[in-house]
Every structure is written in C-alpha cells, then in structure tokens.
C-alpha cells in the first residue's frame, strides 16, 4: 500500500466515524470556517446537525438551476477550471505545463484527436456531488485502479498525477450521436468515487475493470451523477468539430454554461 492510500484510509475513517454530538458539532464547526463554506446554500443549513464530517462532505445544495437548451453544455460540479483547450496530437494538459497523452488517461481508442478538453478541480470546500452535463446515455464505464496523489493545482505543476491516479472513465453519447467522455479522477484523501448509476462502481478492484451497457443509461442534463467525499477533478473530453467552448471564468458554479455541442 502506498503512503498516499495509507493516509487516506485513516483519514477517510475519521470521517466517517460519528462522534459525540458536542465534539461532532465542534468538528464540523472548524471545517466550515476553515474552508469558508456558505452553508446558506445547503440542506440543513446548520452544520452541527451532520452526524459525521463525511456527511457534511457530501452536503445537498437548496437548489441549482440548469439551461434548458439541450445543446448547452453545462459544469457538471461546482470547480476551479484549472485548464481547457484544444486536443492536438493527442496530448491534452493537467495543468500548463504538464501534458500527457490520452491513451495514458483512457486505455482503449477514443478518436478524440483534434477535439476538445476541460479540466475541473473540486477543492474541500465545493460541493462535492457532481451531476450529469447534457443529455447523454453512459455506454461504457471503466474502473482503472491508480494512486491517490492530490490534486490541488500547486501539486498538479510539478507532478504528472493524472493518468496514475485511481479513476473512473465514462465514454457517453450525447443527442447528436457523438461520444464525448467524462472522467472522475480519485485524489488523495478521496478514496471513493460514488457513481450513482451502477452499484458495481463502488467497489475497488485490483485491475482494470470494464462495464459496457447493451441499453445504454439513459440521463438527463442536471440529474445527480455521484459525488467525491473530500474533493477531486473531473475531466471532460469532446470530439473533433462539434463542441464550442463558451465560458471565460476561472471558476464555475455546478450548472453554469461550459459550452455547446454543434
């Protein structure tokens, strides 16, 4: 086991384990002041009434609202957009500065090869649930067991972290027939990817594991994916001539406009 992994195994315990109501109340106290955390946009609002920091991790928003125009690609997370361009001899960037090819990241063909990419960093203080972007059905969806290294930007412009971190890959369809591929990327601390649509998904397997959907898993733009307990990335990869990216802000609020599908 690595040292990561290690770290991240006691610390997930402590989490998880509920204590008494008085230390719980002072521990979830200290996190939300210590991250800044408006708990004015959660249910319930008042922090003490999370009976483990893991629940409090995974707060639910009050309310989060998506366009409706079914080509609006939106973020699927509350997240720093730490990089985003366009895909060129298939190699994409971490971070400016790091890059890496994609068949390191996803191990099988993905055609994506002039088309376009965006990197979402979800610190401990977002949201940690994650929802869908578009209209889409999930086809395919890859466990690739991996380290946890975090992957806050600082660590991200001196270590090439992820094609080695722990990840779930989705190769997806959106109404057009195009595939495009969301990536949730696992991180120091995150030893979970809770992937709401395939209880399959929950467990860690020593190998690459694959599930292919013969009725692909029909979702709609806003429906709840899954959620990171503690904080993670999420990448997006479209294809080739036919995603327009469209946001200039350097962070996004889960349901702000990313881009367009053409």
């Given at each position: 086991m690595?040292?990561?992994?290690?770290?991240?195994?006691?610390?997930v315990?402590?989490?998880k384990?509920p204590?008494?109501?008085?230390i719980?109340?002072l521990i979830?106290?200290?996190?939300?002041?210590?991250?800044?955390?408006d708990?004015n946009?959660?249910?319930?609002e008042n922090?003490?009434e999370?009976?483990t920091?893991?629940?409090?991790?995974?707060?639910e928003?009050?309310?989060?609202?998506?366009?409706?125009d079914e080509?609006?690609?939106v973020s699927?997370s509350?997240?720093?957009?730490?990089?985003?361009?366009?895909?060129?001899?298939n190699?994409?960037?971490?971070i400016?500065?790091?890059?890496?090819k994609i068949?390191?990241l996803i191990?099988y063909?993905?055609?994506l090869?002039?088309g376009?990419?965006i990197?979402?960093?979800?610190?401990?203080?977002?949201?940690?649930?994650f929802?869908?972007?578009?209209d889409m059905e999930?086809?395919?969806a890859?466990y690739?067991?991996?380290?946890?290294?975090?992957?806050?930007?600082?660590?991200?412009?001196?270590?090439l972290v992820?094609p080695k971190?722990?990840?779930?890959v989705l190769r997806?369809?959106?109404?057009k027939?195009?595939y495009?591929?969301?990536?949730?990327v696992?991180?120091?601390?995150?030893?979970?990817?809770?992937?709401?649509?395939d209880?399959?998904?929950?467990?860690?397997?020593?190998k690459?594991t694959t599930?292919?959907y013969e009725?692909?898993?029909?979702l709609?733009?806003g429906?709840?994916?899954?959620?990171?307990e503690?904080?993670s990335?999420i990448?997006?990869?479209?294809?080739?001539?036919?995603?327009k990216?469209?946001?200039q802000?350097?962070?996004?609020?889960?349901?702000d406009i990313?881009?367009?599908?053409?």
């Amino acid at each position: 086991m690595t040292p990561s992994r290690f770290l991240s195994q006691i610390i997930v315990k402590i989490a998880k384990t509920p204590f008494p109501k008085p230390i719980q109340c002072l521990i979830n106290k200290l996190y939300v002041k210590i991250y800044k955390i408006d708990m004015n946009e959660y249910i319930p609002e008042n922090s003490c009434e999370y009976k483990t920091l893991n629940d409090l991790f995974i707060r639910e928003k009050k309310y989060i609202e998506f366009y409706e125009d079914e080509d609006i690609v939106v973020s699927p997370s509350d997240s720093e957009v730490i990089a985003d361009g366009e895909i060129e001899a298939n190699y994409v960037y971490q971070i400016k500065g790091k890059k890496y090819k994609i068949d390191e990241l996803i191990p099988y063909e993905t055609k994506l090869n002039g088309g376009y990419f965006i990197n979402l960093y979800l610190s401990p203080s977002d949201y940690h649930r994650f929802h869908v972007p578009i209209d889409m059905e999930i086809v395919k969806a890859t466990y690739i067991p991996g380290e946890l290294n975090p992957v806050k930007p600082s660590f991200l412009e001196k270590e090439l972290v992820f094609p080695k971190n722990k990840r779930v890959v989705l190769r997806c369809k959106d109404r057009k027939d195009r595939y495009f591929y969301l990536v949730a990327v696992g991180a120091m601390i995150v030893g979970k990817i809770h992937l709401n649509f395939d209880e399959r998904l929950q467990k860690d397997y020593e190998k690459i594991t694959t599930f292919e959907y013969e009725n692909p898993i029909k979702l709609k733009k806003g429906d709840e994916l899954g959620r990171f307990e503690f904080g993670s990335s999420i990448l997006l990869f479209f294809g080739p001539e036919h995603f327009k990216y469209l946001n200039q802000k350097e962070y996004v609020e889960v349901g702000d406009i990313l881009g367009e599908i053409y």
